[in-house]
């Protein structure tokens, strides 16, 4: 089923609708959350509350909604308000001061294709949350720029520069050291 049939199903109310776009979509939305809270539990919840909201406002999409953007988004939107909640969260406190300590060194550092991952790792953590998003969603989750525009609440220019300014950011991460 393509993406206009399971939306004029869900606006239909056909429960297979929402199979076929559980079926379709939450493997990436899963990655996203779990990227975005970095716990698989966490993001079990977000993926399960992001399809009780299409079950329930599944009837209301346009005709014309592209339903990979509108799940991302309600992912995103879940995903930031879990961040506002935990921030004092005691583990988050732990996980961010782990963080905060360098990073020893591992086996596979000691290899050029370890070491060029672990650069490109640093390079998404230093980058503005803004960037990072887009660089996740157009290149991770394989949403074209106007849908992630549309995920990210932004016009599909700003999601472009945005997209250019991280591909810009990890190509120079990538960069032989002199």
């Given at each position: 089923m393509d993406d206009a049939a399971i939306v004029a199903g869900l606006r239909a109310g056909d429960p297979e609708a929402l199979g076929f776009a559980f079926q379709k979509f939450r493997r990436p939305i899963r990655s996203y959350a779990a990227r975005g809270t970095g716990s698989?539990?966490?993001a079990d919840e977000i993926l399960q509350e992001t399809f009780l909201r299409l079950a329930r406002h599944g009837r209301d999409l346009r005709p014309d909604s592209k339903i990979a953007a509108w799940l991302f988004a309600v992912a995103r939107n879940l995903v930031r308000s879990h961040r506002r909640w935990s921030w004092l969260d005691g583990d988050r406190l732990a996980a961010l001061a782990k963080r905060a300590v360098a990073r020893p060194?591992?086996?596979?550092?000691?290899?050029?294709?370890?070491?060029a991952l672990n650069r490109m790792a640093d390079a998404l953590d230093a980058m503005p949350t803004s960037e990072r998003e887009a660089a996740w969603l157009s290149v991770v989750d394989g949403l074209?720029?106007?849908?992630?525009?549309a995920v990210l609440g932004v016009t599909p220019e700003a999601a472009r520069r945005r997209l250019s300014r991280a591909r810009a950011r990890l190509?120079?991460?990538?960069?032989?050291?002199?």
């Open positions: 698989m539990a966490v060194a591992r086996p596979d550092e000691l290899h050029e294709a370890g070491d074209d720029p106007a849908d992630a525009a190509r120079d991460a990538l960069k032989e050291d002199p």
